[in-house]
């Protein structure tokens, strides 16, 4: 059974950094693109990063350069980084594996097979 199980999120203030982690299981993803989607109460399931197998990363939010992807293919995991946390990034974060290979493709949730359970994120002002 294929799984990927989330870990980290929580309570933060504002203008700290978390690191959410994405473990898979089951089978290999290094073939996989891995990717970190979010979803804000009442919003649509956002894309904010992803990491295809060849290890270019393609980021999605407007300010790429508070998030950071990264992959372990040892591991089978993926984490997200993320620096100087605004309220506004208060959501549900989910990891994504697909077989995925554009950037175009890559910000459709749809595109991906599996999925983490999700993990809050809680930006306190």
């Known amino acids: 059974q294929v799984q990927l199980v989330q870990s980290g999120g929580g309570l933060v203030q504002a203008g700290g950094s978390l690191r959410l982690s994405c473990v898979a299981s089951g089978q290999t993803f290094s073939g996989y693109a891995m990717a970190w989607f979010r979803q804000a109460p009442g919003k649509d399931r956002e894309f904010v990063a992803v990491q295809f197998a060849s290890g270019n990363a393609y980021y999605g939010v407007s300010e790429e350069v508070r998030f950071r992807i990264s992959r372990d293919n040892r591991k089978d995991s993926v984490d997200l980084e993320i620096d100087s946390l605004r309220p506004e990034d208060t959501a549900v974060y989910y990891c994504?594996?697909?077989?995925?290979?554009?950037?175009?493709?890559?910000?459709?949730?749809?595109?991906?097979?599996?999925w983490g359970q999700g993990t809050q994120v809680t930006v306190s002002a």
């Open positions: 994504a594996g697909g077989r995925v290979r554009r950037p175009a493709d890559s910000v459709r949730p749809t595109s991906y097979t599996y």
